[in-house]
């Protein structure tokens, strides 16, 4: 599965991505995979050094009751998400700005060129450091 990386917000408590599938009906399975192997990775981290008081309490924040009848014993991302196709170039551009003004919106900085994590910086400062991206002009 293809696809071109075109903008992205890691925030709190969840993220956009702005992401061109190729072929476009892979778009679910590509978050699938990018879902389960950031979980593995984050979980991994997580259950190593536990002695860090700030990571047991998050995997307790992360563990599913027993009542859930699952393969897995946590839960870190939704089972869903929310596509929205964008077909234009003008659509684009209106999807970039929402994705990076929202740490502005929640209050979290004065400006998206604060949050690092964003692919603001890529666009406005040429700044690869964090995440590579596909460019669109």
Do not use: C
Request: glycine residues 4%; aromatic residues 12%.
């Amino acid at each position: 599965m293809k696809f071109r990386l075109l903008g992205w917000m890691l925030m709190p408590d969840h993220f956009h991505l702005l992401l061109q599938p190729q072929p476009a009906e892979t778009t679910p399975l590509i978050l699938k995979g990018l879902k389960e192997q950031t979980a593995a990775r984050i979980l991994k981290t997580l259950h190593e050094n536990p002695q860090h008081p700030w990571r047991r309490k998050m995997l307790a924040r992360l563990r599913l009751p027993p009542t859930v009848h699952d393969e897995s014993h946590y839960r870190l991302w939704q089972r869903r998400f929310y596509p929205f196709n964008v077909s234009s170039e003008e659509k684009r551009r209106e999807k970039l700005n929402y994705m990076h003004g929202n740490p502005v919106k929640r209050g979290l900085v004065s400006s998206p060129g604060d949050w690092l994590w964003s692919s603001w910086r890529f666009y406005f400062l040429q700044d690869a450091s964090i995440l590579y991206m596909d460019r669109l002009e």
